[in-house]
């Protein structure tokens, strides 16, 4: 496995490390960032922008200023949500272009 396969984020004293892979989607709350991998929480320090930068596969999509969403874990998209599982993502008018663009809609 390499390094960029994982993401090291820090989490109070301790470095979590994260297999970007596994990322469901990634929550900004004020001064905490929350990843989400498979239904389990991951406090962080990191800001959602320095997070956004180190997750610069195509798989990864700002969908609103404080989310950012693996497209892979993406069950359904209507017009202002996507669902990840039980979760709702907002889609914001500034980065639905985006979303359109980055997916291959057939």
Do not use: W
């Amino acid at each position: 496995a390499s390094l960029d396969e994982y993401l090291f984020v820090k989490n109070g004293r301790n470095i979590d490390r994260i297999p970007v892979a596994e990322i469901d989607f990634i929550q900004a709350d004020g001064r905490y960032t929350y990843i989400h991998i498979n239904g389990v929480k991951k406090i962080s320090n990191t800001p959602l922008k320095s997070l956004r930068d180190k997750l610069s596969t195509a798989n990864f999509v700002q969908t609103h200023k404080s989310f950012i969403v693996n497209l892979t874990m993406v069950d359904t998209i209507t017009l202002h949500l996507l669902l990840i599982g039980d979760y709702e993502i907002l889609i914001s008018k500034n980065y639905r272009a985006e979303l359109i663009k980055v997916l291959e809609i057939v």
